[in-house]
């Protein structure tokens, strides 16, 4: 496996050597298959992060064309484009991903959402008439984009792709466990070809750099995607200067299947859902919710599919689940496994056991008789971890789905599409697939309660880069 070699950063449109910092050190990338380091990313400082800020605020332009936007957000997407099958070997290296995976939903997902906001655009209205009133719709400003390393792509694009298309300038801090795929998208925005300033990136710990961007008085708008407890902290300092936050956080998101619904089809797609990505991802469906009067069928049924889930090394096209993406992530998952065994959930199949002698791997694992008020009820495991909980009707099982601080995404399935609609109404989360829906790329996402604020992708994630301007006209138009 070759080394990837950073020791820049990219700052008003030219790759700039770091200022220091006070470790004066470098961030190992590790491969989670092998426990390698493959690679190296600056560590950057405080210095770095207000350069940076400086930098795109000078870029920024408040009357930038709609004609310049859309030009730039095709370039970035036709250079992107360009790029993906090395992208998708990056993600493969740094954080794990199977090949199958990250040639489709870790890139061609980011492709689709990229697209989606071209499409955006050609169609916005920024300009509207209310009674006397001219209403505008004005690009935000300086944004700070804070992402994690489970869908490093994705999260990039769902927060660069419509800040460009916006008018924004944009401050990146990409995750420390895989920030190579990151680096190589802005390789790909400085092919595009976009003026100075637009776009920057900072690589550096959370601490320093992530709480300097939400602090930082010249950034407007911060939109940070990752866990509930770090999005906590960027509000609180973004609030200090009373900027704009977006939050895109946590989940345990409910696989609710009703009685009378399509069982195998629930379960099969179910499983699939909480184990994507090696389960690292914020709206899989990591509890499934099942009558009890067809309990024992759903567990036989979950144990024959998880059966097809191959674990093993993430470049293998026959690998379903690879290593989980970082040391710390594989130690935490494993922790919780433990704990929900002497909580007294009932181990279905998986454990904690390790399976390989190196790389960071965790046996796909299912808890049945969950309670859902345990921790494994309860909070986010992020790994290969299902629990499986039973309800006496449908009345219970909405208290069981709207029972924890989270409420990002989640599923329905009942005999009918109407059946399943009606009980979606009622839970409280961002986004419910009904009877095996398809995901929507422009469709908006995001959490209610602890699971976030604000929205992204498609219209919805478009307008949260632009600012509100009301104009009161002598005359009603």
């Known amino acids: 496996m070759p080394t990837f070699e950073h020791d820049r950063l990219f700052i008003d449109g030219s790759w700039t050597t770091p200022s220091g910092n006070d470790r004066g050190d470098v961030v ?37 064309s709609v004609a310049e936007r859309r030009d730039r957000t095709q370039r970035v997407i036709a250079a992107m484009e360009k790029r993906l099958p090395d992208i998708a070997e990056l993600i493969t290296a740094e954080m794990g991903a199977p090949v199958r995976i990250a040639q489709t939903v870790q890139t061609q997902v980011p492709l689709a959402v990229a697209k989606g906001f ?34 490093p792509l994705y999260q990039v694009v769902a927060k660069v792709l419509p800040a460009v298309a916006a008018g924004c300038t944009v401050v990146l801090k990409p995750s420390n466990e895989a920030p190579l795929s990151v680096f190589a998208f802005v390789q790909a925005c400085e092919d595009a070809g976009l003026p100075p300033g ?10 320093v750099i992530g709480e300097h961007i939400a602090a930082h008085p010249d950034v407007d708008f911060v939109s940070f995607t990752g866990s509930t407890g770090v999005g906590a902290r960027v509000g ?16 345990k998101s409910a696989n609710v299947i009703l009685d009378g619904a399509d069982l195998a089809t629930a379960v099969k797609v179910g499983v699939g859902n909480a184990f994507l990505n090696g389960g690292q991802t914020c709206m899989a469906w990591t509890r499934m919710l099942v009558p009890q ?13 998880v059966a ?31 704990r929900a065994q002497r909580d007294g959930a009932r181990l279905l199949t998986g454990g904690a056991e390790p399976i390989a002698d190196v790389g960071y791997y965790v046996a796909p694992t299912v808890f049945a008789d969950v309670d859902p008020d345990s921790e494994l009820g309860q909070e986010e495991v992020f790994g290969p971890v299902l629990a499986v909980i039973p309800y006496a009707d449908a009345d219970d099982a909405l208290r069981i789905a709207n029972g924890t601080p989270y409420g990002l995404s989640g599923a329905v399935w009942a005999a009918t599409d109407d ?22 790329p422009t469709a908006p996402f995001g959490g209610y309660k602890k699971s976030g604020i604000g929205r992204e992708l498609g219209r919805f994630g478009f307008e949260e880069y632009l600012q509100t301007k009301s104009l009161q006209l002598k005359e009603q138009v």
């Open 118 to 151: 071209a499409q955006v655009l050609d169609t916005f209205e920024f300009e509207e008439h209310i009674g006397n009133s001219l209403v505008l719709r004005e690009p935000y400003g300086v944004v700070g984009a804070i992402t994690p390393w489970n869908y």
């Open 419 to 440: 059946d399943a609609i009606a009980f979606a109404r009622k839970v409280q989360t961002g986004q419910l697939d009904i009877n095996g829906g398809a995901y929507n």
């Open 236 to 251: 609180e300092l973004a609030g200090r200067s009373i900027k704009k936050v977006a939050l895109e956080l946590g989940g």
């Open 308 to 338: 097809r889930y191959t674990v093993g090394d993430p470049r293998d096209p026959a690998t379903r689940i690879g290593p989980s993406a970082s040391r710390s992530q594989f130690d935490t998952v494993r922790g919780f496994i433990e």
């Open 293 to 305: 009067s067809r309990y024992g069928e759903a567990l036989d049924l979950i144990e024959s599919a």
């Open 28 to 64: 190992e990338v590790i491969d989670p298959a092998t426990e390698a380091v493959i690679g190296h990313v600056p560590n950057g400082g405080t210095a770095d992060v207000d350069a940076a800020v400086a930098a795109a605020r000078r870029a920024f332009d408040p009357l930038i």
């Open 198 to 207: 637009t776009l920057n990136l900072v690589s550096g710990p959370g601490r």
